[in-house]
Nanobody
Framework: QVQLVESGGGSVQAGGSLRLSCAASGYGATHYLMGWFRQAPGKQREGVASIDYNSRTIYADPVKGRFTISKDNPKNTLYLQMNSLKPEDTAMYYC?????????????????????WGQGTQVTVSP
């Protein structure tokens, strides 16, 4: 059974940085997508960043240039480096993984492409 466990959330002031980690276990697929999503109170969940097995990446417009998604395949760990944080980045952040996909499948910010989800880690950015 696939399990995703996020860590690294916390409270920072605007302009600060955080690094989120997501440890994946029970996953034997070769080609799959992984992503970070977030949900603020009263808002819909939105895709933040996604990466495929070949480390191609895509980002949501609000985080481009500030966030970086990466992963360590041998360690089955996904990361999200968040710099220049803003109060509007405050949300619960979730790690997600897809079922096996065809080789060459491009990253996606659509939540429907993902089948496994972590419990989330809270990020709070104060002005």
């Amino acid at each position: 059974q696939v399990q995703l466990v996020e860590s690294g959330g916390g409270s920072v002031q605007a302009g600060g940085s955080l690094r989120l980690s997501c440890a994946a276990s029970g996953y034997g697929a070769t080609h799959y997508l992984m992503g970070w999503f977030r949900q603020a109170p009263g808002k819909q969940r939105e895709g933040v960043a996604s990466i495929d097995y070949n480390s191609r990446t895509i980002y949501a417009d609000p985080v481009k240039g500030r966030f970086t998604i990466s992963k360590d395949n041998p360690k089955n760990t996904l990361y999200l480096q968040m710099n220049s944080l803003k109060p509007e980045d405050t949300a619960m952040y979730y790690c997600a993984a897809s079922r096996p996909v065809l080789a060459g499948t491009y990253p996606s910010l659509e939540s429907g492409r993902y089948n496994y989800w972590g419990q989330g880690t809270q990020v709070t950015v104060s002005p």
